[in-house]
């Protein structure tokens, strides 16, 4: 039967017609749509586990340049301010020094467990990365005035440096 | 009633395309895609919202069942173990919620379990409202309306405008539409129809 490819073929087609013409369907009204796709949102995720704790810190002394801290003698006042946060069983010690007109800053994070850290200064517009070495200390070079957070990130936890002053 | 003397609806012929897409949805829906839940809704939509207002029920108790249809997926979509085949789930779970309506409509109680609800619609004529011959023809409506979102949009246009409409386009009207001369839309119809086909046929 040579045609009966042909005729098969046509009535594949003729009942694609047939089916399209009798489509009477509409869509659904556009609240219940928007409500069924909402569903989905309202699942509870949990929060994703990380290994990485974190830890703000809270800043402890802010020394001007020239000024003592409290019990040292005056003539061993650093040139550098000095900026001491806590962290949890951590400490960090930070001294911003002006090297014509441009800021050098050292740290050292005082407690353990910090050495060889990735830490990060930023703002809005800069970027800065550097790591702590096996005394956990750290600098960073010619950076510009500024509002800047710092993070300590070590395998475990991250110290978290919210508004240092940089001027 | 159909319109072919063997009363064929040839379901083998009209492949779904896209059972494979539905399983890549589930599955992205299981890991928490928003983006791949709302394709989903998208595309089953109008099947579902369909069933109960072929069922003679309300345009807002078919709403009510689509809304219902997809919270229960939305709950169990951990469960189906056939993703490719959420079309047939979709499609059973809105029958059953239609029947549940279409009998509390009437002041029936709803059976009160599933098996008693499967009993009562395996006894439904082959007239009625949720007949399994009419469930086929909207899943085929359904998988031939997404074979035509595959085309490129002159086909859809020429396509939905002669056979999709209330009142078929005449082809005069089809070529203002695609910016033609009339004489081409013949042609052009049937290649796309080609084209539907093979979209359908898996090609």
């Known amino acids: 039967m040579r045609d009966h490819d042909g005729v098969a073929k046509i009535m594949q087609t003729e009942q694609i017609i047939h089916l399209m013409r009798r489509d009477d369907s509409v869509d659904a009204p556009q609240d219940a749509i928007a409500w069924s796709k909402n569903i989905f949102r309202t699942r509870v995720t949990a929060p994703e586990k990380t290994l990485v704790q974190r830890i703000f810190a809270t800043l402890q002394i802010d020394l001007a340049p020239g000024k003592a801290a409290f019990g040292e003698r005056s003539a061993s006042a650093l040139k550098a301010r000095q900026l001491l946060y806590v962290a949890d069983d951590a400490a960090v010690d930070i001294r911003i020094s002006d090297f014509a007109g441009r800021l050098d800053i050292h740290g050292q994070i005082l407690g353990g467990g910090y050495e060889y850290s990735k830490i990060r200064l930023f703002d809005d517009g800069h970027s800065l990365e550097t790591a702590s070495d096996d005394l956990g200390e750290f600098q960073f070079r010619s950076a510009a005035a500024g509002s800047y957070t710092m993070t300590i990130t070590s395998e475990k936890k991250e110290i978290v440096i919210q508004n240092i002053d940089l001027h | ?203």
């Open chain 2, 1 to 203: 009633m159909s319109a072919y003397p063997n009363n064929q609806s040839s379901p083998s012929r009209i492949e779904s395309a896209v059972e494979k897409e539905d399983a890549a949805l589930v599955n992205a829906c299981r890991k928490g895609d928003d983006r791949a839940w709302d394709t989903l809704v998208e595309r089953y939509q109008r099947l579902i919202f369909a069933i109960p207002r072929r069922a003679g029920l309300s345009d807002e108790q078919a709403a009510d069942i689509l809304q219902e249809v997809f919270l229960t997926l939305f709950q169990k979509i951990e469960e189906i173990k056939q993703p490719e085949r959420i079309r047939s789930w979709l499609v059973t779970t809105t029958k059953f919620k239609t029947w549940a309506a279409f009998r509390n409509s009437r002041g029936f109680y709803a059976p009160e379990t599933e098996e008693e609800m499967e009993h009562e619609m395996a006894s439904l004529k082959d007239d009625s409202p949720l007949a399994d011959q009419m469930l086929v023809e909207l899943e085929q409506q359904h998988l031939i309306r997404t074979a035509l979102q595959k085309l490129e949009e002159r086909c859809r246009t020429i396509l939905s405008m002669i056979y999709l409409s209330d009142t078929a386009a005449s082809y005069a009207d089809v070529a203002a539409e695609i910016g033609v001369g009339e004489t081409s839309i013949s042609p052009l119809r049937a290649r796309c129809l080609k084209k539907l086909e093979k979209v359908l046929e898996n090609k």
